[in-house]
């Protein structure tokens, strides 16, 4: 099956700097590339996306990057606020139905 | 339109009882599915389903059955309940069909077996 890791596993930053999340995954069948945000006792949320026909998606301060070829990805937190705080997880959608394959989550701390 | 619902959201259970987790959604998706969140293993399948009547399983099944007779509703039922299945339990939907379509979760479970 799907092999997703996620790395850093915990990420301090100060307020105002950048983060960057990657991701690698092991099937090149993959597909869809999505990016969950979970506040501490909240459900996972989407944040962003990015399908397998492109190659960067920008949403504000976030952004997803996408290599296919060597089969990884990377979010990337620009201008950090402390309510960026929360552990960010990526997740990964092989061939076949929508299952997701969830990548072990990263934990955000930005500092004031 | 209240997306997807889980009930209980909190339970303590005895080693060996059994239980079920309630999910429902209303919003007409033919995929949903059950993971379970432990400390630093992010989330992890247990089950799925891509309609009724249709029933899969995820990396972590063992313990758990799952059924779907209808498409809003999709059960989770712990057969005989282990420490080990002490974890946060999340339901998910979405539309099958384009890929990537978005995941729904529930607000989860919270569940404790002593």
């Known amino acids: 099956g799907e092999n997703v890791e996620q790395h850093p596993s915990t990420l301090s930053v100060q307020e105002g700097d950048s983060a960057v999340i990657k991701c690698t995954y092991s099937?090149?069948?993959?597909?869809?590339f999505p990016w969950y945000k979970q506040e501490l006792g909240k459900r996972p949320q989407l944040i962003i996306d990015i399908r397998s026909n492109v190659g960067e998606k920008k949403d504000q301060r976030i952004a997803v990057t996408l290599n296919k070829t060597a089969k990884h990805f990377s979010l990337h937190i620009t201008e950090t606020q402390p309510e960026d705080s929360a552990v960010y997880f990526c997740?990964?959608?092989?061939?076949?139905?929508?299952?997701?394959?969830f990548g072990k989550g990263t934990m955000l701390l930005v500092s004031p | 339109n209240a997306g997807v619902t889980q009930t209980p959201k909190f339970q303590v259970l005895k080693t060996g009882q059994s239980m079920t987790l309630q999910c429902a959604q209303d919003?007409?998706?033919?995929?949903m599915s059950w993971y379970r969140q432990d400390p630093g293993m992010g989330l992890r399948l247990i089950h799925y389903?891509?309609?009724?009547?249709?029933?899969d399983q995820g990396e972590v099944p063992n313990g758990y059955n799952v059924s779907r007779s209808t498409t809003e509703d999709f059960p989770l039922r712990l057969l005989s309940a282990a420490p080990s299945q002490t974890s946060v339990y999340f339901c998910?939907?979405?539309?099958?069909?384009?890929?990537?379509?978005?995941?729904?979760f529930g607000e989860g479970s919270w569940l404790t077996v002593v």
């Open positions: 919003m007409n998706h033919e995929y």
């Open positions: 389903s891509v309609g009724a009547g249709i029933t």
């Open positions: 998910a939907s979405s539309y099958l069909g384009d890929s990537g379509n978005t995941i729904y």
């Open positions: 099937d090149s069948a993959s597909n869809y």
């Open positions: 997740a990964v959608r092989g061939s076949g139905y929508s299952t997701l394959t």
